[in-house]
């Protein structure tokens, strides 16, 4: 050890004296850098999965079904199920033309839900219809699978997308015919033939067992009702639902319709982001208990042997606060050293295992796994450098305080 003269530069001489300390006593120091290289890069990698997942979980949702922001008339969400007849929007393309003129918005499509029977001329299926706009629907519904046969489009006057789920239950696949039972407005009943042209499958498994798809035109025939009762809205960007949906609200509220986003309408979704945020949470905790056990096990050990070296400072005239001082500016410098090798390498990890993917089984509720990917999150990376630098400085303080304190005397027998 060298007893530096900080007469003039105090700060700059025990920055020195620390870095002099860390590259003399390599093995522990190499010890050290590892425990908090392993637990900046778990936590990388940790947090970029799980922000995928949620990235993913979120995208899937708007692009099999809900939309970026549905519009309708008020308290549709509330009662529309018991009396849709009374949620109808006849002037459809003057709605369309007001939604499409604010900035962000991507396309609008409106569909017309209905309840009814499928028939496949043995047995009946209750099934949730909607009847749709099939070429602006296919520009959403990306993370729509069609399973066998084709996606509905324009030309499919009396055409159908059955969800996988109906599929199974009445034994139809594509090219079958069904009757397709429904109640109108009015309460008379109406029976339509279709050709099923396709069975789809979404991230919902629920959805599926119940989902029937039309075109729009032909479900205003089957009901009898020239309009739609929901607007669909798809973003450029899903960053600015919020702003769209408050521009919406601004715009359309005092016309008697709501407006409710993907999050808003997907209760499954909001469960499952409270869950990752909960366990990533926990996680970091986990990782800063362990650095902190790990980190303190080697510094304890690397400062205990020196002990006589720190005897000799406060017996040279350095105080009990210079040696307190030096002992944490090690343990800061061991913290960023160790810091930025594991912002660097997880970040390396994360995009290598991005390039490759990792196979996921379906999570709950739904039929479809997915690839995930690590993603490199500048939130995340914050936080586990400062996990790493916090666990390092934290488990010097005590054995430095403990160190500080000894007396001269004392503390030079530790070399004898």
Request: with cysteine.
């Amino acid at each position: 050890m060298r007893c530096v003269n900080t007469g003039e530069y105090p700060m700059q001489g025990l920055l020195k004296l620390a870095l002099r300390n860390i590259f003399r006593h390599r093995g522990r120091t190499a010890m050290t850098l590892a425990s908090i290289v392993f637990g900046v890069v778990a936590l990388i990698l940790a947090g970029g999965f799980i922000e995928d997942t949620i990235i993913e979980t979120g995208e899937a949702t708007i692009r099999s079904n809900t939309g970026h922001v549905q519009v309708a008339r008020r308290g549709y969400w509330e009662y529309g199920s018991q009396q849709p007849e009374r949620y109808l929007s006849d002037d459809v393309e003057d709605l369309r033309r007001q939604i499409a003129a604010i900035d962000g918005v991507a396309d609008v499509m409106f569909r017309l839900s209905f309840s009814g029977l499928l028939g496949n001329g043995r047995s009946d299926w209750s099934i949730i219809g909607e009847g749709v706009e099939p070429e602006r629907e296919a520009r959403l519904a990306s993370y729509l699978t069609v399973v066998s046969g084709r996606r509905l489009t324009a030309q499919d006057r009396f055409g159908m997308m059955i969800g996988a789920g109906v599929a199974k239950a009445l034994k139809l696949g594509a090219g079958d015919t069904a009757s397709l039972l429904v109640s109108t407005p009015g309460g008379a009943t109406n029976l339509l033939d279709f050709e099923v042209v396709g069975v789809f499958q979404t991230f919902s498994k629920d959805y599926d067992a119940r989902a029937v798809r039309i075109s729009l035109a032909a479900a205003q025939e089957l009901l009898a009702t020239p309009g739609a009762q929901l607007g669909v809205v798809l973003l450029k960007d899903t960053a600015a639902t919020p702003g769209v949906a408050d521009t919406l609200r601004q715009r359309l509220t005092d016309k008697g319709f709501e407006v409710r986003t993907w999050q808003d309408l997907d209760l499954f979704y909001n469960q499952t982001v409270t869950l990752y945020r909960q366990q990533f949470g926990f996680l970091t905790g986990i990782i800063l208990v362990m650095l902190l056990l790990s980190v303190s096990n080697t510094v304890n050990i690397g400062i205990f042997e020196r002990v006589s070296e720190f005897g000799t400072m406060m017996a040279l005239g350095n105080r009990a606060a210079r040696v307190f001082g030096l002992i944490v500016t090690e343990s800061v410098c061991l913290g960023l050293i160790g810091s930025l090798l594991g912002v660097v390498i997880g970040t390396a990890l994360a995009w290598a295992i991005s390039q490759v993917g990792i196979a996921m089984p379906p999570p709950p509720n739904a039929d479809q796994g997915y690839v995930s990917k690590v993603l490199i999150v500048p939130g995340v990376i914050v936080l586990a450098f400062a996990t790493g630098l916090l666990a390092a400085v934290v488990a010097s303080l005590l054995p430095a305080r403990r160190v500080s304190r000894m007396q001269i005397a004392e503390a030079l027998r530790q070399s004898v």
